[in-house]
């Protein structure tokens, strides 16, 4: 838009000033022209006095003095039978016509204009006045006023397309904000608003597109508390459940149960939990990786005594910046550690990674030495995973991965183990 402006500016103002500019440079010829043959008048009506006096002496004198004036003019006396004063002493079929009729003569050539003006000075003797008006003499003040147009008119010319280019970027820089706002709010980012600024009309979409953000956030926050109240209301069956469970007299029937209560207080969980989740990930979003894995580690380290489970964390010296906030990077290692600890028996031991990628993010691998994922099934997809589990935990860590730049890699330890690596690109500058 703004580019498309400036074009139609350049293109009228210059139509504009080449309809000016021309006539006028012809008009400044022809001015040129006229103030000639003007001086070279005055000069013939100079000449006409001192040649009246019949004094050749005085009229070489004259001319020598005129002559030598570099205005362009070559004033020549030519008499009968020949002989002439001045610097062009040929005697032309104008000059005849003009001494035989006794009038004056005004000629093209191609040295530019001659005027032939006869003198009577009786009634025999009548010598022509011959001035010669060359181009050279006014074409340089020409020149220079052709100059000083074509001046005018390219600061004309530059001025408009500077005055064309600030209108449009009044005209464009709204709605390059409102492009922006609306970018952010793709990402996710609901909190983001664009001032409304520029012509009505952009001022109207702006304050639309406010309104609509407003409205989808309102919205959006209400289905997340909807959702999670209906799962909050699952707790009390859940209770109940296991109460019956525990109350069943056969330990293998109450064994049993109470494993598939677990597992269905841990659904519900992962179901609030996700519910709940605010939409930050990769919002211009920085933390320290190495404070939060090692915060969680040492969380889960107390559970994994109690199982009996050997425990390896490798850990950095420096910090790691990585672009998530705190708290989705913890549900994420939460996410991973809490699936080693319902996936695999008491005992199984597991190992934590995390190391920087050389500035450019961090690279966290989670292992265990249990029996691994089944066989032909994408556990990063949202209800694919082992053990009846809705593989909500997985899904949060591959959007906490992808939200920063990263991804999840699923691959196997050398004993057949589970190894989950997350790559999490760096903050953003």
Same mark, same amino acid.
């Given at each position: 838009?703004?580019?498309?402006?400036?074009?139609?500016?350049?293109?009228?103002?210059?139509?504009?000033?080449?309809?000016?500019?021309?006539?006028?440079?012809?008009?400044?010829?022809?001015?040129?022209?006229?103030?000639?043959?003007?001086?070279?008048?005055?000069?013939?009506?100079?000449?006409?006095? $001192?040649?009246?006096?019949?004094?050749?002496?005085?009229?070489?004198?004259?001319?020598?003095?005129?002559?030598?004036?570099?205005?362009?003019?070559?004033?020549?006396?030519?008499?009968?039978?020949?002989?002439?004063?001045?610097?062009?002493?040929?005697?032309?079929?104008?000059?005849?016509?003009?001494?035989?009729?006794?009038?004056?003569?005004?000629?093209?050539?191609?040295?530019?204009?001659?005027?032939?003006?006869?003198?009577?000075?009786?009634?025999?003797?009548?010598?022509?006045?011959?001035?010669?008006?060359?181009? #050279?003499?006014?074409?340089?003040?020409?020149?220079?006023?052709?100059?000083?147009?074509?001046?005018?008119?390219?600061?004309?010319?530059?001025?408009?397309?500077?005055?064309?280019?600030?209108?449009?970027?009044?005209?464009?820089?709204?709605?390059?904000?409102?492009?922006?706002?609306?970018?952010?709010?793709?990402?996710?980012?609901?909190?983001?608003?664009?001032?409304?600024?520029?012509?009505?009309? $952009?001022?109207?979409?702006?304050?639309?597109?406010?309104?609509?953000?407003?409205?989808?956030?309102?919205?959006?926050?209400?289905?997340?508390?909807?959702?999670?109240?209906?799962?909050?209301?699952?707790?009390?069956?859940?209770?109940?459940?296991?109460?019956?469970?525990?109350?069943?007299?056969?330990?293998?029937?109450?064994?049993?149960?109470?494993?598939?209560?677990?597992?269905?207080?841990?659904?519900?969980?992962?179901?609030?939990?996700?519910?709940?989740?605010?939409?930050?990930?990769?919002?211009?979003?920085?933390?320290?990786?190495?404070?939060? @894995?090692?915060?969680?580690?040492?969380?889960?380290? @107390?559970?994994?005594?109690?199982?009996?489970?050997?425990?390896?964390?490798?850990?950095?010296?420096?910090?790691?910046?990585?672009?998530?906030?705190?708290?989705?990077?913890?549900?994420?290692?939460?996410?991973?550690?809490?699936?080693?600890?319902?996936?695999?028996?008491?005992?199984?031991?597991?190992?934590?990674?995390?190391?920087?990628?050389?500035? #450019?993010?961090?690279?966290?691998? @989670?292992?265990?030495?249990?029996?691994?994922?089944?066989?032909?099934?994408?556990?990063?997809?949202?209800?694919?995973?082992?053990?009846?589990?809705?593989?909500?935990?997985?899904?949060? @860590?591959?959007?906490?991965?992808?939200?920063?730049?990263?991804?999840?890699?699923?691959?196997?330890?050398?004993?057949?183990?589970?190894?989950?690596?997350?790559?999490?690109?760096?903050?953003?500058?």
């Amino acid at each position: 838009m703004r580019r498309q402006l400036i074009l139609m500016v350049a293109a009228t103002t210059s139509i504009v000033l080449i309809a000016l500019l021309v006539p006028m440079a012809v008009l400044i010829e022809r001015f040129a022209v006229e103030d000639a043959l003007a001086k070279a008048g005055f000069e013939v009506q100079a000449t006409e006095t $001192v040649v009246a006096f019949n004094d050749k002496g005085a009229v070489n004198v004259h001319l020598d003095d005129l002559n030598n004036n570099e205005d362009g003019l070559a004033t020549t006396v030519l008499y009968p039978g020949g002989q002439s004063i001045g610097p062009d002493g040929q005697v032309t079929a104008d000059v005849l016509r003009a001494r035989d009729r006794g009038v004056a003569i005004v000629n093209d050539s191609t040295e530019g204009a001659e005027v032939l003006v006869p003198v009577s000075v009786d009634d025999e003797d009548r010598p022509v006045i011959r001035v010669l008006v060359t181009s #050279q003499g006014f074409n340089s003040d020409v020149y220079l006023s052709w100059a000083i147009l074509v001046g005018l008119g390219l600061g004309v010319l530059a001025l408009a397309i500077l005055v064309a280019d600030r209108l449009g970027r009044a005209f464009v820089r709204p709605v390059v904000q409102l492009a922006e706002t609306a970018g952010r709010l793709e990402s996710g980012d609901l909190s983001a608003r664009v001032e409304p600024a520029g012509p009505p009309e $952009v001022r109207e979409v702006g304050t639309a597109l406010n309104r609509l953000a407003a409205r989808v956030g309102h919205l959006l926050a209400a289905e997340r508390e909807n959702v999670a109240d209906i799962s909050h209301r699952l707790r009390t069956p859940v209770t109940v459940l296991r109460l019956d469970a525990e109350a069943l007299r056969d330990p293998e029937e109450r064994s049993r149960l109470a494993t598939d209560v677990d597992e269905m207080n841990r659904m519900v969980d992962d179901v609030i939990r996700e519910a709940r989740r605010p939409m930050r990930e990769g919002l211009g979003a920085a933390c320290d990786a190495l404070t939060v @894995v090692d915060d969680r580690t040492r969380f889960w380290n @107390v559970l994994a005594e109690d199982q009996n489970r050997s425990v390896r964390v490798d850990l950095p010296e420096e910090p790691v910046p990585v672009r998530a906030t705190r708290e989705d990077l913890a549900t994420a290692v939460d996410a991973l550690l809490g699936n080693v600890f319902s996936h695999t028996p008491e005992g199984t031991a597991f190992a934590v990674r995390l190391e920087g990628v050389n500035g #450019q993010g961090a690279c966290l691998v @989670v292992s265990d030495e249990g029996s691994g994922f089944p066989a032909g099934r994408d556990v990063l997809r949202r209800g694919e995973s082992q053990g009846g589990s809705t593989g909500l935990g997985l899904d949060i @860590v591959r959007r906490t991965a992808e939200a920063s730049g990263g991804r999840v890699l699923i691959g196997r330890t050398p004993s057949g183990g589970v190894e989950v690596t997350v790559e999490l690109g760096p903050p953003q500058r």
